[in-house]
């Protein structure tokens, strides 16, 4: 069965950095892509930044870009986002997801972790 499960949330003060990962099992990650989601309490879910499974072709919002990092270990099974120059906007629940179809951000999604806190704040 499909499992994905972040782990590296953490909090943080305005600045810093933080890598979170994914670790993906029951799947084979070369054709999916995989997607970064944040979700704050009163807002809907946004996506972060997607990464192909396949060809490492990326994407990234706008509010990141610049800032965030996303790659993918194959051999691994491992999706990672490394964030840098943190700002109290990017606090929320981060999520990973993966999906079939080879669409980047477009999505769809099929299957979600279970999140990881991410706290920016002094």
């Known amino acids: 069965q499909v499992q994905l499960v972040e782990s590296g949330g953490d909090l943080v003060q305005p600045g810093g950095s933080l890598r979170l990962s994914c670790v993906t099992s029951?799947?084979?990650?070369?054709?999916?892509?995989i997607g970064w989601f944040r979700q704050v309490p009163g807002k809907e879910r946004e996506v972060v930044a997607c990464?192909?499974?396949?060809?490492?072709?990326?994407d990234y919002a706008e509010s990141v870009e610049g800032r965030f990092t996303i790659s993918v270990d194959n051999a691994e099974k491992t999706v990672y986002l490394e964030m840098n120059s943190l700002k109290s906007d990017d606090t929320g629940v981060y999520f990973c997801?993966?999906?079939?179809?080879?669409?980047?951000?477009?999505?769809?999604?099929?299957?979600w972790g279970q999140g990881t806190q991410v706290t920016v704040s002094s």
């Open positions: 997801a993966a999906g079939e179809e080879p669409r980047l951000c477009d999505g769809p999604y099929d299957y």
């Open positions: 029951g799947f084979t990650l070369d054709y999916y892509d």
């Open positions: 990464i192909s499974g396949n060809d490492h072709s990326t």
